[in-house]
Every structure is written in C-alpha cells, then in structure tokens.
C-alpha cells in the first residue's frame, strides 16, 4: 500500500493527507469507485450532502472490506440544514453512510446569517461524538473570525479552491496562524494545469505525470488534498505521489503560475 502521510490537525486527531473525492460521481457509480480506490491504498474520502453519492461511499466502503476505523470519511452540511436543523442532517448523513459518525464535517459554504448556530451545532455534534472534527468551506477570514470571536472554537479544517495557480497565500497564512489545516478543492484546475507547459516540463524531468507533479505540490506546502478522477489507471497514478519531491527550482517554476493569465 502506498505510504500516505497524515497530518495532526488541532484537535488532536491525524487525517491522512491525500484522499478522493466524488465530487459530480453519479450516485450509481460512486459505490464502485470508492471500493476500488480503496482497495488501492486510499484513506480518505470526501464527499458532501450535497453531492447525492453518501449511500455509494458507505455501499463502496462495505464492499471493499477495509475497517471503517482505518477510512476518513468527510462530509458536508448542506444550505438547507444550517442552524438548528444541522444535527438530524448529520444523523441522515451516517444512516446513508451506514456508520455512527464521521471524521469530518464542514459546513459547505456560508449562510444566510445563522452561521453562528451552526457552528454552534457542529460543535456540539463533535462533543457526542458523532463528527470526530469539525470544519469549514469556501469561508472568508473575516466570515472564519466571527465565528471564532463568536464561539471560541476554531476550526480544525478549512476546505478551498486552491491550486498553483490560485494559491490563497494570504488565507493560507492566516490558517497558520490559527493552527487551521487547508485543503484543497479543484486541486487540479478542472485539468487545466496538466496541460500547462511549466508543469509538462517538470513532470518529465521526473518521469512522472504532470497531474503528480501538481499533487505533488499540494503535498509538499503541507495541503490536504483529494483529485477526483474515476480511471482506474488515473487513480493509482494519482495515489503515487510519495515516491519523489519537488525541488527548490521546481516550486520556483511552479510559483510562476499565479501571475500567468
């Protein structure tokens, strides 16, 4: 099995830090996808309420036989369910799931103004034991303090669009500082940045794809990413991301990316 790191996130608990995701994977064929990917070595899962494919996820993480302690599986609140209604979400969740909690659980994106309640909720899910950690998406870093100022619990996750060519330095910086992790959603630029001649280039002074390459990149900046991708052939190459690292030179290269057009 591939060797995935793990990052400690700051409430104690170690997600691994590269996963799959099933953003847009029919329902029908989510099962599937998940059972093969975990039976290549993949952890992590993330998914979304939102999305239509839970009841796939936990279908394909029966299926594969794999523990249900040794998969991080994520998901997320969606727009309806803010506030008071988010707990008996998260209980529909697990039943489509078919587990008694998961390892992480965002709220998908910000509300309309009860954002306070529901993260008020997702703290209390985490204190039952029904989330194991507690997160956002898509948030600001002033929607993020408020919160904070407003609770006192800071989040262990922050899950945003981010990639060479969009890299949230700012945002980023500020997740340091809180001792919040960062993942990566459209790691990949929707492709693009395979097709990218910077990246082409580096990949073949590696041997490698230029889709590792970009993975790569997440890994190295301490990012928590999970591509989508439902190739068998392009999820065990994306899974091989451990066996090489970037160079000084290459991240220079790949830092152009965020003044290109």
Do not use: C
Not at 10 to 23: E, H, K, R, S, W
Not at 42 to 71: C, F, K, M
Not at 141 to 168: C, F, K, M, W, Y
Not at 247 to 259: G, K, P, Q, V
Request: hydrophobic fraction near 35%; proline fraction near 7%.
């Amino acid at each position: 099995m591939t060797d995935i790191p793990y990052l400690t996130l700051n409430d104690g608990t170690a997600i691994p830090q590269f996963g799959l995701g099933v953003y847009q994977v029919p329902p029908d064929d989510t099962a599937a996808l998940v059972r093969s990917a975990l039976e290549m070595g993949y952890r992590h899962i993330d998914t979304a309420q939102g999305y239509g494919n839970e009841e796939g996820v936990g279908q394909g993480l029966r299926a594969s036989g794999v523990p249900r302690e040794d998969v991080w599986i994520t998901t997320k609140l969606d727009d309806p369910f803010h506030g008071d209604a988010a707990p008996a979400s998260l209980d529909d969740s697990l039943a489509r799931l078919g587990t008694d909690h998961v390892d992480l659980f965002l709220v998908h994106r910000p509300g309309d103004g009860d954002d306070v309640d529901t993260w008020r909720a997702l703290e209390s899910l985490r204190r039952d034991g029904r989330a194991r950690s507690i997160g956002l998406s898509n948030f600001t870093r002033d929607g993020i303090e408020r919160l904070v100022t407003a609770t006192g619990v800071v989040p262990s996750v922050h899950q945003i669009r981010l990639n060479p060519r969009t890299p949230q330095s700012v945002l980023r910086r500020y997740h340091r500082r809180r001792g919040i992790a960062t993942e990566s959603w459209a790691p990949l630029r929707e492709g693009k940045l395979a097709r990218d001649p910077i990246v082409r280039r580096i990949a073949a002074r590696h041997g490698r794809t230029p889709a590792q390459v970009v993975l790569r990149w997440h890994l190295q900046h301490g990012l928590i990413v999970f591509p989508k991708s439902s190739s068998p052939q392009r999820l065990r190459e994306n899974l091989d991301v451990t066996g090489f690292r970037l160079s000084r030179a290459d991240l220079a290269a790949l830092a152009l990316l965020r003044r290109r057009p």
